[in-house]
Antibody, heavy 121, light 107 residues
Framework: EVRLLESGGGLVQPGGSLRLSCAAS????????MSWVRQAPGKGLEWVSA????????YYADSVKGRFTISRDSSRNTLYLQMNSLGAEDTAVYYC??????????????WGQGTLVTVSS | DIQMAQSPSSLSASVGDRVTITCRAS??????LAWYQQKPGKAPEILMY???TLESGVPARFSGSGSGTDFTLTISSLQPEDVATYYC?????????FGQGTRLEIK
């Protein structure tokens, strides 16, 4: 059974940093691309970042480029999102999502339950 | 970036009704389109991929069609458990983009 468990969310001040983790199980982690998708309170889904199965290719939304870094540790079956220079506009539930293949340009067939990030003073 | 426009933004229908949601891409994306269902307080779940391929375990009352720029999600006979927000997703190229969502309620 595929499981994705996000952690690391919480309250952070504007300008601060946070690192999200997503622990994956039930599949061969290195064979699949992974993404982070966020959802601001009461709003729709916004793709944030993706990483290919090999780890060679990374992709970012313009809204987070230069501030967020996606990475993976295949020895720990864990996906990360390092978030710096956070602003109120980054307040959202952050979901970890598995892609259908090694390619990050593919749909997401499994999602975690999300972790809430609140940026506020 | 490819923009995805969903319509309607909200919809109210009766149990047993046929419901159709549309999604239009700002440029051609072949069939690189997925549909997701998100129930209140829950994570999204995939319903359909490659525009018309039903994900395993999804009820057959859901169907998808389209190619290029225009796509539809159809529920043949609306059930109470279908109350949710539905999103289309373009995965033709990065950045991946979502439609703004269609909120479906029971009349």
């Amino acid at each position: 059974e595929v499981r994705l468990l996000e952690s690391g969310g919480g309250l952070v001040q504007p300008g601060g940093s946070l690192r999200l983790s997503c622990a994956a199980s039930g599949f061969t982690f290195s064979n699949y691309a992974m993404s982070w998708v966020r959802q601001a309170p009461g709003k729709g889904l916004e793709w944030v970042s993706a990483l290919s199965g090999s780890g060679d290719n990374t992709y970012y939304a313009d809204s987070v480029k230069g501030r967020f870094t996606i990475s993976r540790d295949s020895s720990r079956n864990t996906l990360y999102l390092q978030m710096n220079s956070l602003g109120a506009e980054d307040t959202a539930v952050y979901y970890c999502a598995k892609h259908r293949s090694r390619s990050a340009t593919n749909c997401n067939n499994y999602w975690g339950q999300g972790t809430l990030v609140t940026v506020s003073s | 970036d490819i923009q995805m426009a969903q319509s309607p933004s909200s919809l109210s229908a009766s149990v047993g009704d046929r419901v159709t949601i549309t999604c239009r891409a700002s440029q051609g994306i072949s069939n690189f389109l997925a549909w997701y269902q998100q129930k209140p307080g829950k994570a999204p779940e995939i319903l359909m991929y490659a525009a018309s391929t039903l994900e395993s375990g999804v009820p057959a009352r859901f169907s998808g069609s389209g190619s290029g720029t225009d796509f539809t999600l159809t529920i043949s006979s609306l059930q109470p458990e279908d109350v949710a927000t539905y999103y289309c997703q373009n995965y033709y190229s990065a950045p991946i983009t979502f439609g703004q969502g269609t909120r479906l309620e029971i009349k």
